[in-house]
């Protein structure tokens, strides 16, 4: 059994609340993205995915560009600077949905992904596992594998940036299959949701995705400088990150539970119940009857462009 490391808080015992004292944001604050002057503003936003095309008008600044390196012989990964951009259009697409829903984050991009959206398990690993240590805000990852074997490292790495408030946002599989590391409720899981409004993202009353964002035909910035339009999990993803990224913009001490929170109370399908007036001092445990929400739909998958997905005989796939 290995010993729990210094520094973790098992217990309270000796110590009382001023012991432990948390800095907070004023609040209670409105359940909205931080309203019209949060934009994203000091939040630093890392995009793991194919790397992201320089200099696209889309796109704008990108502050930081790296690509995981495989060593044929030994098997070791590394993470290197790069000025290679975007292998494959992915990484830029979800790039430039970033920067449109929060235009002053900061954007990085690490590259896992290779050219025609194949990648490996543990390149994908070894880029997730950097993008954690070096302390971004937020991770988006429109990607996953299905391989078992990366599920625990997987589990453990998101534990870790959630305690360490490195908020991973997560694609959900494009299919019905076990895929990582979506699945874990220390990350926010995205799919796509087929309604027209394109600032509309809904909370899925039946997890474990979480919640739905614009993902059908949705216009993205690609390859030289162009334009398409697309579908998938991949692209509603990075507009929950651009949501996060406002939010943290205004409300900077928010946690991980807390951005969830936020995203749930302004999903447009969440109500709020009035709750009767009782007298000092009484409580009664009925409650009235919520507004039903309104049915919510899974996306259906577009064929154009291909998907990420790793390679015959690689070690997970993406979405």
């Known amino acids: ?49 194919s790397g992201v095309e320089r200099d696209h008008p889309a796109v704008g600044r990108v502050d930081g560009s790296w690509v995981v390196v495989k060593d044929p012989d030994t098997g070791e990964t590394s993470v290197r600077p790069t000025e290679t951009g975007d292998s494959c259009g992915h990484g830029t697409a979800c790039a430039g949905i970033v920067r449109r829903t929060a235009p002053e984050c900061e954007l990085h991009s690490v590259r896992v992904l290779g050219e025609r959206f194949s990648g490996t398990g543990d390149v994908l690993l070894a880029g997730l596992r950097w993008a954690v240590e070096q302390g971004f805000d937020l991770v988006n990852l429109s990607l996953s594998t299905t391989r078992d074997r990366f599920a625990r490292e997987l589990h453990e790495l998101a534990d870790q940036a959630y305690f360490a408030r490195t908020v991973i946002v997560a694609s959900a599989h494009n299919t019905p299959v ?36 614009p993902g059908q035909n949705v216009p993205v910035p690609w390859l030289g400088g162009a334009t398409i339009r697309t579908t998938g999990n991949s692209f509603a993803t990075p507009y929950i990150t651009g949501l996060c990224a406002r939010l943290l913009s205004a409300h900077p001490s928010m946690t991980a539970f807390q951005l969830k929170n936020a995203l749930y109370l302004s999903a447009a399908n969440v109500r709020f119940r009035s709750l009767p007036s009782l007298p000092a001092g009484e409580a009664s445990d009925e409650s009235s009857e919520s507004d039903e929400p309104g049915e919510l739909h899974r996306s259906r998958e577009s064929p154009e462009p291909p998907e990420p997905r790793l390679a015959a005989g690689a070690d997970g796939t993406g979405n």
Do not use: K
């Open 1 to 49: 059994m290995s010993t729990p490391g210094r520094g973790l808080t098992w217990s309270l015992r000796g110590r009382g609340p001023a012991d432990v004292p948390v800095v907070a944001d004023p609040g209670p604050w409105p359940p909205d993205s931080g309203g019209p002057a949060a934009t994203g503003r000091g939040v630093r936003v890392c995009v793991v995915d």
């Open 178 to 213: 076990e895929s990582f590391p979506w699945r874990f409720a220390s990350v926010i899981s995205v799919g796509s949701h087929q309604e027209d409004d394109p600032g509309l993202h809904l909370y899925n009353p039946s997890p474990p995705v979480e919640f739905f964002a």
